[in-house]
C-alpha cells in the first residue's frame, strides 16, 4: 500500500510540474502579445510565478497563478505588471498604466 501511494504522489507531482510549465509557457505567449499591441517592451522575456492557489468556480476548481513580469515604455525605465491564469485560461492582465482608449 506505500509503494502504491508512493507512485500516487509521484505521478501527482510530475503532474503539476508539466502543468506549470505549460502555464509559464502561456503567460510568456501572453504577456509578449499583449506588450506588442500597447507597443511596450518586454523586458527580461520572463514572467515570475508571484502566487499560486486554488479557485472554485462554476466550471469547478483550477490551479490560480499569479505571475508578475517587468516591461518599459519607449526603453526607459522598468515598470511591473501581472496577470492572473486560472487553470490554462487568462483571467486578468493589468500593465498599471491607464487605458489608451479615450481621447485625451
Known amino acids: 500500500m506505500g509503494n502504491l501511494l508512493t507512485i500516487f504522489l509521484l505521478l501527482l507531482l510530475g503532474w503539476f510540474w508539466l502543468d506549470s510549465l505549460r502555464a509559464r509557457e502561456i503567460a510568456i505567449g501572453i504577456c509578449q502579445a499583449a506588450c506588442v499591441q500597447r507597443d511596450l517592451q518586454f523586458l527580461d522575456q520572463a514572467v515570475a510565478l508571484h502566487r ?3 479557485a472554485w468556480r462554476a466550471e469547478g476548481m483550477r490551479l490560480r497563478r499569479v505571475y508578475r513580469f517587468d516591461f518599459s ?3 526607459l525605465g522598468r ?3 501581472y496577470l492572473v491564469l486560472r487553470g ?3 483571467e486578468e492582465l493589468s500593465f498599471g498604466l491607464p487605458d489608451r482608449t479615450g481621447d485625451a
Do not use: F, K, T
Open 52 to 54: 499560486l492557489g486554488l
Open 88 to 90: 490554462l485560461s487568462l
Open 79 to 81: 515598470r511591473n505588471g
Open 73 to 75: 515604455e519607449e526603453g
